[in-house]
């Protein structure tokens, strides 16, 4: 980015680099009057380098933005949307969603940039928040409907119990009595992070990384290797420090789980690695800042049959499984205004929990 004297159209389109989406301001003949922090971080390129230049060079079919821009030019459309590459400096290629506009000043064009990458992430994203929301009242409302009668068959079984004379009867009736009590505790782990509070207090992210490793450690201490990518300048922020702990955890212990053919070849590895990101939108907000904490496994990966479901209640890769972990997890890190993310192919599944920072 450019620094000293800032210039007339940079004061006049200053509110563009609030956007997390890349920003141009063009010319008729297609030269850049001004371009937006987000666009100087995605080309790569500063915006005293874009500013005059042909904007069309800037994409892999500069034809196609001249010829759109020419339409605006006569009129043809107001506005106009097409999909296109931009060309970074290191020569990759960037996906985009391109929406021309005119501006409310003669001469001038707005064009606006979404990544398509960020496009599909943030439908996905909006999706599994809507999803989250049903999901938590369906369960209130199943756990509240099984509580009751779980409650009347186990007492039944007690009194039924103090009956019958015959000892297998007696097996019997405690089978009901286990059996009820165990459904009890499902019920009470589906219910918990509604009925805990939220405690908020500072929070120092690789405070939590570390407890949480020393927690999988302890029951993976042999075969089980745990890399730090540590990023100090993260700052400390607002939030329940044990709910994020647990929500770690809970993603970290099914990670150990499924390095179980790795363990025993000898070269099972998780990586706690944390970051900051910049300009970044989720769950519909735009943040400054925000916290990466990604826990990395060399695993098989989520099967494929699972892969858009795993955040539900009851979903489990694992035989055995409840299928609650990643459910609260989400749950606890929503609580944050966070969210998760998954990326798995075989050999490399990466979860990725999204913060906004201050």
């Known amino acids: 980015m450019a620094f000293g004297k800032t210039s007339a159209p940079a004061r006049r389109f200053q509110a563009f680099d609030l956007l997390a989406t890349l920003i141009a301001v063009v010319k008729t003949d297609g030269s850049v009057l001004f371009a937006n922090a987000a666009l100087e971080d995605a080309l790569g390129t500063s915006r005293r380098t874009l500013e005059g230049s042909q904007f069309g060079a800037c994409f892999n ?30 020569h990759e290629l960037l996906p985009v969603l391109v929406t021309l506009a005119q501006s409310d000043k003669a001469g001038e064009l707005i064009v606006e940039m979404s990544a398509l990458e960020q496009q599909v992430r943030q439908d996905r994203e909006e999706r599994l928040l809507d999803q989250a ?6 369960i209130r409302n199943l756990a509240h409907e099984i509580k009751n009668p779980l409650g009347g068959i186990r007492g039944a079984a007690q009194l039924l119990q103090m009956e019958v004379q015959a000892r297998d009867l007696v097996e019997y009736t405690q089978v009901i009595i286990h059996e009820a009590d165990r459904l009890q505790t499902l019920v009470d782990r589906l219910l918990a992070p509604h009925r805990k509070p939220h405690v908020v207090g500072d929070v120092n992210i690789h405070e939590v990384c570390e407890r949480v490793r020393s927690v999988i450690l302890a029951e993976f201490p042999r075969d089980l290797h745990i890399e730090r990518d540590f990023d100090p300048s993260i ?11 647990q929500a770690t955890l809970n993603i970290a212990h099914n ?59 009851l979903v489990s890769g694992r035989e055995g499984g409840t299928g609650l972990g990643l459910t609260l997890a989400q749950t606890f890190v929503q609580q944050h205004h966070g969210v998760i993310e998954c990326d798995s192919v075989p050999g490399r599944t990466d979860f990725k929990i999204l913060i906004p920072l201050p």
């Open 235 to 245: 700052p400390e922020f607002r939030g329940d420090r044990e709910q994020l702990i």
């Open 255 to 313: 990670a150990a789980q499924a390095l179980a053919e790795r363990r025993a070849a000898g070269d099972a590895q998780i990586t706690f690695k944390t970051r900051v990101a910049r300009q970044v939108i989720f769950n519909k907000q735009w943040y400054r800042l925000a916290l990466e904490l990604h826990v990395i496994d060399n695993g098989p990966g989520v099967p494929d049959a699972i892969k858009d479901r795993i955040f539900l209640p």
């Open 61 to 90: 079919e500069p034809n196609v933005l001249r010829t759109a821009i020419e339409g605006a030019r006569v009129n043809d459309f107001a506005t106009l949307r097409y999909e296109a590459f931009l060309r970074r400096v290191n």
């Open 133 to 138: 929301k049903a999901n938590k009242e369906l």
